[in-house]
């Protein structure tokens, strides 16, 4: 029987009793053992619950320095267990099923059913003290993500401490993460804690964790699995409590596949995967996002003698919506700050939104294969084709309408005015 998850308790209990009720169990003569140490921490509480209710068994816990041990503690499920137990269910069960966003959460502002599941899942995730891997492109709210399940899980009030992988050169790696002594190698005159123990007891958040170099992928499978870390010329290992979130834009899934990443690393961190939608899959957020940052910024203008709020047109508002936000969310953010400096007056119009976007062509992209997100405009994106080649002919022409016209295979300079007119296109001179 194939499991839908493996935290998922309803799913994991499903599994184990149709195993062993299919192999004639409990009977007469027949002594069960449950090993304890494999799998995720959801599995370990089903197999103590099956061994003192339904299959009765001997539980085992394996390790290195300690070998086989036998795991010996009795209880009666029924007084001691279960009243408090069933208490504390309820009382989570209440709390990730309630109306309405969770405070932790609510600083995601959306609206689409994508991001929604994406929110129910890491409610449910961050009560379970378990690593968590999020997925999704650059600028979609990975660490906003991190800092809600930390703040929703047991370990709020302790560190959350944010390491962004990819800013760590290959040979610091591990000191950054791991730590150092003194003399462990050329430079280190100091020992260093690393990351690990600055947030023993809260969160460790590793950002782009795809972009690890191999020995620090080696030595984070290890903490994870031994919860010790080895500092860079250390001989005795130290006991870290860490719950690890990490984050890439990259496809882990595809990295495994060419050895640039480590399965059994990949699978350590994705107890708990969040799939996070870019800004041209959430159906209405643009709008919700554009009037949440505009009222920002606005509302940190009023600080600022100079500044002056801002209102955006009608015409400005459709040109944001067309557009395909590669940069996701922090993208959008960004371009309403430049648009709302960039504006002389109260009103952000086209030409501010227009200006204020950045196009980054990128290889895989091309004026055909832009999505079909709310917002677009066939019209509009006419218009950008055809006021890039207006600009480009005056730039070549000298800013020489006949010449420009002639490059523009119009029949005369009139019909190039009519056009510059309706486009919004000045001489470039």
């Not at 009977?27 to 799998?39: A, E, I, K, Y």
Request: neutral net charge; contains cysteine.
């Amino acid at each position: 029987m194939a499991l839908d998850s493996p935290i998922n308790y309803a799913s994991i209990y499903a599994a184990v009793t149709a195993n062993l009720k299919k192999a004639g169990l409990p009977r007469d003569g027949v002594q069960l053992t449950f090993h304890l140490s494999p799998g995720t921490p959801a599995m370990v509480v089903i197999w103590i619950i099956l061994s003192k209710t339904r299959f009765p068994a001997q539980l085992i816990q394996t390790s290195r320095e300690q070998g086989l041990e036998s795991v010996d503690f009795s209880f009666d499920l029924a007084s001691d267990f279960l009243p408090e137990f069933l208490q504390r269910t309820e009382d989570r069960i209440a709390r990730l099923t309630q109306g309405g966003v969770a405070p932790e959460f609510s600083k995601i502002i959306h609206r689409s059913t994508a991001v929604r599941q994406q929110i129910d899942m890491a409610r449910r995730i961050a009560v379970l003290d378990v690593p968590v891997l999020v997925l999704g492109e650059t600028g979609t709210g990975k660490e906003l993500f991190a800092e809600a399940i930390h703040a929703a899980s047991r370990r709020a009030g302790k560190e959350f401490v944010a390491v962004n992988c990819g800013a760590i050169s290959r040979e610091l790696a591990s000191s950054e993460l791991f730590g150092h002594r003194r003399g462990a190698f050329t430079g280190a005159v100091t020992d260093r804690k690393g990351h690990f123990l600055e947030a023993n007891g809260g969160t460790l958040f590793l950002d782009e964790v795809g972009d690890l170099p191999p020995d620090a992928q080696v030595r984070l499978l290890r903490v994870l699995q031994t919860g010790e870390v080895m500092p860079l010329g250390a001989s005795k290992a130290i006991k870290v409590d860490v719950r690890v979130v990490a984050a890439t834009h990259r496809d882990l899934a595809a990295d495994v596949v060419t050895g640039r990443f480590r399965e059994d690393l990949f699978h350590r961190l994705a107890v708990g995967m969040l799939h996070l939608p870019p800004l041209r899959e959430r159906e209405h957020d643009t709008a919700l996002l554009i009037d949440h940052f505009l009222a920002q910024i606005n509302a940190d203008a009023r600080g600022c003698p100079e500044a002056q709020e801002k209102k955006l047109s009608a015409n400005a508002r459709k040109i944001l919506l067309s557009h395909a936000w590669p940069g996701n969310v922090r993208e959008l953010y960004h371009t309403l700050v430049r648009a709302s400096i960039w504006s002389p007056g109260p009103t952000i119009d086209a030409e501010d939104a227009r200006a204020a976007l950045l196009h980054i062509q990128r290889p895989e992209e091309n004026i055909l294969g832009r999505p079909l997100t709310q917002g677009f405009d066939l019209k509009e994106l006419l218009d950008e084709v055809a006021r890039d080649y207006v600009v480009r002919a005056l730039q070549q022409s000298g800013d020489k309408k006949s010449a420009a016209a002639e490059l523009l295979g119009f029949p005369n300079y009139q019909t190039l005015g009519n056009w510059m007119k309706r486009l919004g296109v000045e001489s470039t001179d």
